[in-house]
């Protein structure tokens, strides 16, 4: 069983369109997070929701939406594709955000959604 | 002062070797720091993770070392594998509104073990 699924694993799509991306964590946490990877393996966090509540917004453009109907679910919307979208959006889950004990911080991934945008 | 430098960008090293992998923060609110480990195709999995409370932390051949006078943090692969070569992350996070569990990213290092 894998504990942070996402779906696709590869989105081929042109300019303009709109997409979704899934993501399912069986693992009970309380976090989710979206990370976006560049072509250069830069990771950078987008959003963290936390008992479905929006806890971190970075400065991402608002045609990003993201929507999480259930603490274990975590979607992603993306309006009005653009070229630069072009990267592999991850999905992540932890117990909690900060936690004393150090293994409650731990961020499991997800094994990405790789996005092309043509 | 959210920038966490990753050096280098890619090592390689022989079988057997160590692999030192550096990281340097400005933010000294930070008290988390993790270390990825990411192969082709898949997402970044945990490797070891240590507390600025603690200066050293092993996990098999695997160690972190950390300075915090200096705000550095290593990676140290002992007896390095070629089934070790992957890209590595450092991170670094902390406890504060809306920044709690936010991890920053060092900009990752491309080990290669040779046979």
């Known amino acids: 069983d894998t504990a942070v699924s996402q779906t696709p694993k590869y989105l081929v799509t042109q300019m303009g369109n709109d997409k979704s991306i899934k993501c399912e964590q069986n693992?009970?946490?309380?976090?989710m997070y979206w990370y976006k990877q560049d072509s250069k393996k830069f990771l950078k966090i987008m959003f963290s929701?936390?008992?479905?509540?929006?806890?971190i917004n970075e400065t991402v453009p608002n045609r990003f939406s993201p929507k999480s109907p259930d603490k274990a679910h975590l979607n992603l919307h993306i309006n009005s594709l653009e070229l630069g979208d072009s990267a592999v959006y991850f999905c992540?889950?932890?117990?909690?955000?900060?936690?004393?004990?150090?293994?409650?911080?731990?961020?499991?991934f997800g094994a990405g959604t790789r996005l092309s945008v043509l | 002062q959210q920038q966490v430098k990753q050096s280098p960008q890619s090592l390689i090293v022989q079988k057997g070797g160590i692999s030192i992998i550096n990281c340097a923060y400005e933010n000294t609110a930070f008290d988390y720091f993790p270390w990825y480990q990411q192969f082709p195709g898949k997402g970044p999995a945990l490797l070891i993770a240590i507390r600025p409370d603690v200066s050293e932390k092993k996990e098999g051949r695997f160690t972190i070392s950390f300075n915090k006078s200096a705000k550095q943090f290593s990676l140290h692969i002992m007896d390095s594998q070629p089934g070790d070569s992957a890209t590595y992350f450092c991170?670094?996070?902390?406890?504060?509104?809306?920044?709690?569990?936010?991890?920053?990213f060092g900009q990752g290092t491309t080990l290669q073990v040779k046979p």
């Open positions: 992540a889950s932890s117990q909690e955000r900060w936690g004393l004990d150090i293994s409650k911080n731990i961020q499991y």
């Open positions: 693992l009970g946490h309380d976090t």
């Open positions: 991170a670094a996070s902390r406890k504060g509104s809306s920044n709690t569990g936010k991890l920053i």
């Open positions: 929701y936390n008992n479905k509540e929006l806890i």
